[in-house]
C-alpha cells in the first residue's frame, strides 16, 4: 500500500492512502473516490497539501469532476482535508458534526446532516448511510448498494483494534452498530485504514 497512488478496488470505487503512517493509523487514512465523472469523495482525510494535490489529481486523471464530499466521522485523521476541498470546488459536505471533546476536527460543517439509512446518489448508484455510533457518536458507514462494499471508516479497521474513548466513544453503542450492519446485503468491508476486508460478515461476527 503506497500513498499518493490511485489505486481502483471495484467498478466505480478508488482507493488513495494519505501520507500520515502511524501506530493509530496503520499505513496512513484511506481517502476512497467513487465515481467517474460525477466524483464522490468519501473520507478525504488529513489537511496534508501533498494529499490534497493527489485527490485533485486524482479526479483530473478519472476525467470527471468533484460532486460531494462524504465523511464517516470527524477525527483529524479523516475530515480536515473536507473543507478545503469543498472550497477549493464549491461542493457540499455531507456528515455529522458533534461537539469538540478535545479529538474532533472543529473545521467539518455539513451542509447535508446525514441521517440512518438515508441514499445518496452516486454518478447514479445508491451509497447509503448507516450510523454506527460506538468510536465515536458522529460515526456512519457507507453502503455502495453496486458493489456489496461498506466503507466502515474506524468501525472496523483491518489488523488493528478500533479504540474507544468516552464520553463520544461508547463500547454498547459500538456492540449494537455491528449488529445494525449485519441487518444489510454487504460483501466486502473497505475500512478506514488498511487493506479490504473480503469476508465481511466473518469479520463483523
Do not use: K, W
Not at 490534497?52 to 486524482?58: F, G, Q, R, S
Not at 441521517?115 to 454506527?132: P, S
Amino acid at each position: 500500500m503506497q500513498a499518493g497512488v490511485l489505486q481502483n478496488l471495484a467498478p466505480n470505487v478508488h482507493r488513495l492512502i494519505a501520507p500520515n503512517p502511524s501506530v493509530m493509523t496503520g499505513p496512513g487514512t484511506n481517502a476512497y473516490l467513487l465515481g467517474n465523472q460525477r466524483i464522490t469523495v468519501l473520507d478525504p482525510g488529513p489537511a496534508i497539501d501533498e494529499h490534497i494535490d493527489a485527490i485533485n489529481a486524482a479526479i483530473r486523471d478519472l476525467g470527471g469532476e468533484l460532486e460531494q464530499i462524504v465523511v464517516t466521522h470527524t477525527h483529524p485523521d479523516h475530515s480536515p482535508a473536507a473543507a478545503i476541498l469543498a472550497e477549493q470546488h464549491g461542493v457540499p459536505l455531507l456528515g455529522r458534526a458533534i461537539a469538540n471533546d478535545g479529538y474532533q476536527d472543529t473545521s467539518f460543517q455539513p451542509h447535508i446532516e446525514l441521517q440512518h439509512d438515508q441514499a445518496i446518489d452516486v454518478e447514479g448508484e445508491t451509497l447509503r448511510a448507516i450510523y454506527t455510533p460506538g468510536h465515536v457518536d458522529n460515526h456512519f458507514c457507507f453502503l455502495h448498494e453496486a458493489t456489496g462494499l461498506m466503507f466502515t471508516g474506524d468501525h472496523i479497521m483491518q489488523g488493528s483494534t478500533v479504540v474507544i474513548i468516552p464520553p463520544a466513544g461508547d463500547m454498547a453503542d459500538y456492540i449494537a452498530s455491528l449488529e445494525t450492519m449485519l441487518g444489510y446485503p454487504l460483501r466486502a468491508l473497505a475500512p478506514g485504514h488498511g487493506s479490504v476486508i473480503e469476508d465481511a460478515g466473518a469479520e463483523i461476527r
